[in-house]
């Protein structure tokens, strides 16, 4: 007994067609989901962890359409794509504490100040002011010393 082939791929089965559009169609939205986190995110670590994203969602694809054809070149084109994926990511994370260490921010804008001397500075936007005020923290009572009653001792429970 044959298996119904399908009329496009004669290799294939018409029952994978409904797996290769539903592929196809998560690895659109990972790509797009990615692409819309480079577009929008200025702060650096969401822009190389969109930019990975993007690329999983062509592994995803290119998986997809390897399956479909019944050919093994797509699974191994997604390994060379998750290596050098993790040589991206190895180098930006160089790159990402490279712009902190030197400027204090994950702000896509202060790349701008690691450039040399001699080239002209353009800016899309100006960076975001610094938070000037130190956040403050509440402070535990020393050891032995009641803390002083706010009124919330009346809220609290005699017995559980």
């Known amino acids: 007994m044959m298996l119904p082939t399908c009329p496009i791929c004669p290799i294939v089965a018409a029952g994978s067609i409904p797996l290769l559009h539903n592929a196809l169609i998560v690895g659109a939205i990972l790509f797009a989901l990615g692409l819309v986190g480079i577009l929008t995110r200025r702060n650096l ?7 990975e994203l993007m690329l ?14 019944g050919d093994w070149g797509g699974h191994v084109l997604v ?5 050098v994926a993790a040589c991206e990511a190895a180098v930006a ?16 804008a202060a790349w701008q100040s690691l450039r040399d001397e001699s080239l002209s500075r353009t800016v899309d936007r100006e ?19 009641l803390p002083a009653g706010g009124g919330e001792d009346n809220q609290q429970r005699e017995h559980i």
Not at 79 to 83: A, N, S, Y
Not at 93 to 108: E, I, K, N, P, W
Not at 133 to 140: D, G, K, M, Q, V
């Open 56 to 69: 999983q969602g062509i592994s995803v694809s290119l998986v997809a359409w390897s399956r479909y054809h």
């Open 45 to 51: 670590i969401v822009m190389f962890l969109s930019a």
């Open 79 to 83: 390994i060379f794509v998750l290596t």
């Open 127 to 145: 960076l975001p002011a610094s938070d000037a005020t130190p956040a403050s923290w509440p402070r535990l009572s020393p050891a032995g010393v």
């Open 93 to 108: 994370l160089v790159f990402v504490l490279q712009a902190f260490a030197r400027t204090g921010r994950l702000d896509a």
